[in-house]
Structures are given as C-alpha cells and as structure tokens.
C-alpha cells in the first residue's frame, strides 16, 4: 500500500518555529488530493488541525499552518509553546487501486 | 455538538469476529460519511473503510476481505465487524465523521486486543 512519509521526530525549544514535512507520490498527494493534518496528544484521539491543505479549523490558533506543493507537503508552526508536544499526522487520499484515505507514520514534536 | 463513543469487546481471541459499535450524538447522521480508523504501534493509523448514510459503503482495499460496515440510523449508530481476526488487529479504533476526505470529529477510541 502507498505511504506518506514523515520524519519521526522534530523538536525545538518554545518561542522557536518548526516545519514537519510530508512526501507522497503521484498516486495521492500528486494526484491533486488535499492534505490534512492531525494532531494527537498523549492518550487522545487525533484532532483535525489542517484541512484542503492550509485551512484551519474554528478554534486552531493561527500558529499552525499548512501548505502544499507538487508531491510533498508542510505543516509549520510558529511561535513553538510547550502544548504543542504532540504527535502530528498527515492525511490525504490515494488511488493506487480504488480511492482510500491514507495517512503518515507520525512525527513526534518534542518542545525542548 | 457532534460527539462519537465507540463501545464493544476489548479482547477478541484469534480467528474470531471483531465487533464495534459508534454512538453518535448532537446531531442528524442523515447525508453523512461515518468512518472507522484502528491506530497500532506497527502499522500507526489505517483507515478502514466508511458508511454513508444511505448505506454505501467503502472499504480500504487492504482490509476489504474481512471487514463489514453497517449502520443503523434509528439508533444513531453505525458498526464495523472484522473477521478472522490475528495479533495484527490488536488496535485502538477510532469512529469518526468524514466529511470529504478528512476526518474530523474523531471518538476517544477503544483498545481491541487479539489475545487467547
């Protein structure tokens, strides 16, 4: 089954911005479906973050933000608090075979 | 506000049927997807398939063999059985609403461990 590859971890210290990045293919983020971004905290279920690759929900503050180009995609997120320690997943479509919705490995962000 | 709670077994022993069931409450399941996701260490988050309100169903092509969907709308419920189930099935499983191809609200998950 196809994948979307994300880096494992990432961390940075409060106040500092990181990037987590997303690399797919010409089956599903190439193949012009939206990214999502999830983030889940330590005993929780995911919580949408990022939907049609940069649109934020009601109630996700501005800090986070998404962006897509070609086969890959980004999550960024500005201004690092120590809430943000979470595991983040990216999300989109593929049609290798029949359409299904496919997700990243995780990264784990670790606020230093 | 739309809110899901997955209920069933949490240990299912091997070759048997895995069956859950999603509560939805705050608002209509009518013109709806409702989804099911299983997160395992090995394998992180896999979508398993979805049922629509009218009762169209799809299922991810890794799993389709094994899996049924089915809902019940009088009871705002929709149910997800895998069967013959192995130690790869041991999961949490989330119940979520799609809308279009995210997800988004998710349930707090139940752990389904495939143990004799």
């Known amino acids: 089954q196809s994948v979307l590859t994300q880096p494992p971890s990432v961390s940075g210290a409060p106040g500092q911005s990181i990037t987590i990045s997303c690399t797919g293919s010409n089956s599903n983020i190439g193949a012009e479906y939206d990214v999502q971004w999830y983030q889940q905290l330590p005993g929780s279920a995911p919580k949408l973050l990022i939907y049609?690759?940069?649109h934020r929900p009601s109630g996700v503050p501005d800090r986070f933000s998404g962006s897509k180009s070609g086969t890959s995609a980004s999550l960024a997120i500005n201004g690092l608090q120590a809430e943000d320690e979470a595991d983040y997943y990216c999300q989109s479509y593929d049609d290798t075979l029949s359409e299904f919705a496919l997700f990243g490995g995780g990264t784990k962000l670790t606020v230093l | 506000q739309l809110q899901l709670q997955e209920s069933g077994p949490g240990l299912v022993k091997p070759s048997e049927t895995l069956s859950l069931t999603c509560t939805v409450s705050g608002d209509s399941m009518n013109n709806k997807f409702w989804s099911w996701i299983r997160q395992s260490p090995g394998k992180g988050l896999e979508w398993i398939g979805y049922?629509?309100?009218?009762?169209?169903?799809k299922y991810n092509p890794s799993l389709k063999s094994r899996v049924t969907m089915s809902i019940d709308m009088s009871k705002s419920q929709f149910s997800l059985r895998v069967i013959s189930v192995t130690a790869a099935d041991t999961a949490v499983y989330f119940c979520a609403r799609q809308k279009g191809i995210w997800f988004d609200p998710w349930g707090q998950g139940t752990l389904v461990t495939v143990s004799s």
């Open positions: 049922v629509y309100s009218s009762g169209d169903i």
């Open positions: 049609g690759n940069s």
